[in-house]
């Protein structure tokens, strides 16, 4: 079964600061990998997705990269800001699997004015 | 239209009641799924709808029946539940090129 780490668990950074997301899967063989934030109570807001056979998504200040040999993949988040703050997901879809995804453990982001 | 919609936004039912949650997208996406989420967890996967056919269920209890009208619409079907279902409850679609597309959810509390 894939199992898909995110460190770290919490993060707490400064406004402006740049930070790094990480999100660790075990098995290479996915289809596509998609990154969600969600807020408090809400629902799950898509924030970028790369196919297999990409190296990087750009979207805004954000942006992930995979590399699917290793089993990772990280999320990018540039100048941050209050706003920012939220949950981050992120989801793996193995090829074999159908319409399967995985989930990410999640990482808690609080950016302090 | 790139949503999807669910209702209610919130439930409160008593353990002997009948409700159901809905959701509908018009994306033209053939996979739909509902998820139960707690409190600082990620989402876990209740069931898959591919081509309107229940393609995966995990294991859940059968106080909790999916059913899937058309291609647009899935419903989940709550009879005798128990305050520990209390959850958010997610829809989402999918196509395999531009992924998940999730709804807002229902905050659903059992009394």
């Known amino acids: 079964k894939q199992e898909v780490t995110q460190i770290p668990a919490a993060l707490s950074v400064p406004e402006g600061e740049n930070l790094v997301l990480n999100c660790s899967f075990t098995d290479s063989a996915i289809y596509n990998l998609q990154w969600f934030r969600q807020d408090p109570g809400k629902g799950l807001t898509s924030l970028l997705l790369i196919q297999s056979s990409q190296r990087e998504q750009t979207s805004g200040r954000l942006n992930a990269s995979l590399d699917k040999s290793s089993g990772r993949s990280t999320l990018y988040i540039a100048a941050s800001q209050p706003g920012d703050s939220a949950t981050y997901l992120c989801?793996?879809?193995?090829?074999?699997?159908?319409?399967?995804?995985?989930f990410g453990t999640g990482t808690s982001l609080t950016v302090i004015p | 239209d790139t949503e999807v919609t669910q209702t209610p936004k919130h439930l409160v039912m008593g353990m002997t009641n009948k409700k159901s949650l809905k959701c509908e997208q018009h994306m033209g996406h053939r996979a739909m799924y509902w998820y139960k989420q707690k409190a600082k967890k990620p989402p876990e996967l209740m069931f898959v709808y591919s081509y309107e056919k229940l393609s995966i269920n995990e294991s859940v209890p059968s106080r909790f029946s999916p059913e899937c009208p058309n291609s647009s619409l899935l419903n989940l079907h709550l009879h005798a539940l128990q305050p520990e279902d209390s959850a958010l409850y997610l829809c989402?679609?999918?196509?395999?090129?531009?992924?998940?597309?999730f709804g807002s959810g229902t905050r659903l509390t059992v009394v």
């Open positions: 989402a679609s999918s196509h395999y090129r531009v992924g998940y597309t």
């Open positions: 989801a793996v879809r193995k090829e074999d699997t159908g319409n399967q995804f995985y």
